[in-house]
């Protein structure tokens, strides 16, 4: 499976970015974003099974970041916004295809993509 990543840029604090992570196939139990900043462990962003039924987000993005679907094209977007210098990283998107799994820790997804860098200038 691959997947890519794509979206990342630099905006000014309070700006908005929206993130694509296209798939090469829609036989996902859940899809989510990572973010990992320099010097910081790879932290979890968002959540959510394939079907959306399901979506997690971090304590510190919600209410700013949604995610959604688009099934036409295999592609999941990761809308942030109300920005802030906090939230430069590098976001991977990832996919996890076993059932069951957890949805807020890297263990629980297969494949990855690139990464693409957010830069959010105060």
């Known amino acids: 499976v691959q997947l890519q990543a794509s979206g990342g840029g630099l905006v000014q604090a309070g700006g908005s970015l929206r993130l694509s992570c296209a798939t090469s196939?829609?036989?996902?139990?859940?899809m989510g974003w990572f973010r990992q900043a320099p010097g910081k462990e790879r932290e979890f962003v968002v959540g959510?099974?394939?079907?959306?039924?399901?979506?997690y987000y971090a304590d510190s993005v919600k209410g700013r970041f949604t995610i959604s679907r688009d099934n036409a094209k295999n592609t999941v977007y990761l809308e942030m916004n109300s920005l802030k210098p906090e939230d430069t990283a590098v976001y991977y998107c990832?996919?996890?295809?076993?059932?069951?799994?957890?949805?807020?820790?890297?263990?629980?997804?297969?494949?990855w993509g690139q990464g693409t860098q957010v830069t959010v200038s105060s």
């Open positions: 990832a996919a996890g295809f076993r059932s069951g799994g957890t949805y807020i820790y890297s263990r629980g997804y297969d494949s």
């Open positions: 196939t829609r036989f996902i139990n859940r």
């Open positions: 959510f099974s394939w079907r959306g039924v399901s979506k």
